[in-house]
Each structure stands twice: as C-alpha cells, then as structure tokens.
C-alpha cells in the first residue's frame, strides 16, 4: 500500500510540474506579445520601416509558440485525463494561446502599417489617437496576463469593464481622423493607414477583455462572455477575488 501511495504522489508531483510548465510557456509567450506590440507601436509613430520589418518576420516565432502550447495542452489531455480545476487551467490555456497568436497578428499588422507609412510620410494627426488607444490595450494587455499569472479575478475585472472605454475612444478617434481626410483630400491615404492601424489595436483591446474572461472561468468556473459581468462586479465587491 505504502509503494502505491508512493507512486500517486509521484504521478501528481510530475503532473504538477507539467501543468505549472505549461502555464509558464503560455506567460511567456504573453510577454513576447506584449513586446511585438510595443514595438509595432514605436514602430508605427516612428515611421521606422526597419523595425516594422522585424516585427512582421517575428510573428512567425508567435506562431511556433502556439503551436507548441497546442500540442503540451492535447499531450496533458490524453495522458493524464484532467478534471475539475486542471481542466479548467489547461481549458483556459487553450483558450488564452488563441487570443495570444491573434494578438500578435494584430501587432503584425499594426507594423504593416507603419510600412506604408514610411512611405506615405507625416500624418497630419500625429499618431495622437494611435499613442493614446495603443497604450491603453497595452496596459490592458499587461494587466490581463497578470491577473492570469496570479489569479486575480478583480484584475480581470477591472479589465474587462475597461474594454467599453476603449470601443468609445475608438469611435471618437475614429471621427477625428474623418475630419482630416475632409479638409485635405491629400492626406486620405496617410489617415487610412492610421484607421487600420486603430482598427488592429481595438481588437487587441477585445484579445485582452477575452484573456480576462478565461481568468474568471479559470478561478470561478463562470462563464462571463456574454452577460453577468454585472452581477460577478457586485459579487467581488462583496467578498473579494476569492
């Protein structure tokens, strides 16, 4: 009896090592999304066609990071058969690994537009809305992935109530860019440039708003994707991240 219980703590000591590796890679790739974005963002304001070009190349390391969480997380499910909250940490890995890789895309295309840029020459805006909204989903960004790394659902929170901020200032920037292409034609294509650029950091925002909803499924089991953001607002502000 003594030599199984010795072999379960063996298999669970193993187990745990696993989990908390893929747990790392996943945070790892985190912050390698979150440095394409800032660097796509200098990228872009910068005009800097060399670092964009950079960026562009460096998406496919996003996409072999993916990939690899994607076969750890199938291996951890055939072999070991999780349940309960390992299933939900590796459900919600799979689920953080997809918005990661599609953020990088987003920073991908972000630099793909300082491309242009370099070319087209100055916006007339200054980026000022672009420097604005990129770093705010930037700070969301940051916030999500720590709330994942430390299971903080109150951070989550407070990331996802931060996305509507996000979607109004778009619209507003949005508008504002509008009125530069009505009071000089010339500048039509520089500000287009400058809308897709807004267009791919928006969605970064939602990316972000998503991580932290996979937060909350992970620590409360909750699906919070459509509706009771509300009611789980009130319910942490009565007892806490717990």
Known sequence: MMKQEGYQQHISGRFNAELEALRNHMLEMGGKVEQQLKRALEALVNMDSGEAELIVTGDSEVNQMEMAIDDECSSILARRQPTASDLRLVVAIIKVNTDLERIGDEAAKVAKQALRLAGEGASPSNFVEVRHIGNRVAVMLREALDAFARLDV?????????????????????????????????????????????????????????????????????DVRHGHLDELVNQSGDGGSG
């Open 154 to 222: 109150d951070m989550a929170l407070k990331v996802m109530q931060g996305d509507s901020q996000v979607d109004r200032e778009y619209g507003s920037a949005m508008r504002s860019l509008v009125t530069f292409m009505m009071e000089d034609p010339r500048d039509i294509g520089v500000i287009l440039n400058e809308m897709w650029a807004l267009r791919s950091l928006e969605r970064i925002g939602d990316h972000a708003c998503n991580i932290s909803e996979h937060v909350v499924y992970l620590v409360r089991g909750l």
